[in-house]
C-alpha cells in the first residue's frame, strides 16, 4: 500500500496540534518535575493511549455516534472538567502543604521522599508510574474535543480515490506516532531539567502554576454548559 498522497502536510498540522500547550502538556511537566523523565514518560505514555482510544474509535466510525448526540458529548466534557479540576485543586492543595517545608526545611530537610533533592529518576517508584499513567490516559479520554478533532481532521487527508479506512487508519497511525516521539523528546527535556525543577520553591511555584492553569480550564468547560 503507498502512503497516503497528503501525508507531509498532514505531518506539518499535526505537527503543530501536537507542541500547542494543553492541559497534557501541564500535567507532563509537574509530574516531571515531581518526578523526573521517567514520570514525565509514563504521563506521556497515557496521554498516547488516550489518543489511540480516540483514533480508533474514530477510525471504526464510533465517534461519531459521540459527535451526534448533544447530551452524550456533554456529559463526557463534565465529566473531564471534573476531573482537570481536581487535579488543578490537588496540586494547589500540595504547593500549600509544601510551603512551610520549602521555607523551613529544617535540619533533617524535606520529610517527604517526593521532595528529596537529587536525580528525578532515583525518586520514581512503580505505583506512581501508574498514577501517572493513569492521569495521562484519563486528561485524554475524557476530553471528546480530541474526538471530533479525529472526525474533522483525518477525513480532510484522504485524497480522491483512496480507500477511506485504510488511508484514516494509517493517518491515525501517524498521530499516534508524532504524539509517542513527542512525548519521549518532551521527558528527556524536563529531565534535564531536573536537578533546577528537585528545588522545593520551584516544585511549590510549579505546582501553583499548573494547578490554577487545570482549575481554570476545568472551570472554564464547566461554565460553557451551566
Not at 169 to 187: E, Y
Not at 192 to 200: E, F
Request: glycine share 12%.
Amino acid at each position: 500500500m503507498h502512503p497516503p498522497s497528503l501525508l507531509l502536510p498532514f505531518l506539518a498540522v499535526v505537527a503543530v496540534l501536537t507542541v500547542t500547550p494543553g492541559p497534557d502538556m501541564v500535567l507532563v511537566l509537574r509530574n516531571g518535575a515531581l518526578g523526573g523523565t521517567r514520570a514525565a514518560w509514563w504521563t506521556g505514555l497515557g496521554c498516547c493511549t488516550g489518543i489511540a482510544g480516540h483514533a480508533a474509535l474514530a477510525v471504526g466510525g464510533l465517534s461519531a455516534l459521540l459527535a451526534a448526540s448533544a447530551a452524550a458529548f456533554t456529559v463526557v466534557e463534565l465529566v473531564g472538567a471534573g476531573y482537570l479540576v481536581w487535579l488543578g485543586a490537588g496540586a494547589l492543595w500540595r504547593a500549600r502543604r509544601r510551603q512551610p517545608t520549602a521555607d523551613h526545611p529544617g535540619p533533617a530537610g524535606p520529610r517527604n521522599p517526593v521532595d528529596r533533592p537529587g536525580s528525578g529518576d532515583q525518586r520514581d517508584h512503580h505505583p506512581r508510574r501508574r498514577v501517572h499513567y493513569r492521569q495521562g490516559l484519563l486528561t485524554n479520554l475524557l476530553n471528546p474535543k480530541i474526538a471530533l478533532l479525529f472526525l474533522t481532521l483525518l477525513p480532510q487527508f484522504v485524497a480522491a480515490g483512496e480507500p477511506r479506512v485504510a488511508t484514516t487508519a494509517t493517518l491515525a497511525g501517524v498521530f499516534l506516532v508524532v504524539a509517542v516521539l513527542w512525548w519521549r523528546l518532551f521527558s528527556l527535556a524536563v529531565g534535564g531539567l531536573g536537578g533546577w525543577l528537585s528545588r522545593a520553591r520551584v516544585r511549590t511555584a510549579l505546582d501553583r502554576a499548573t494547578g490554577l492553569v487545570l482549575l481554570c480550564i476545568g472551570l472554564r468547560v464547566a461554565l460553557e454548559h451551566a
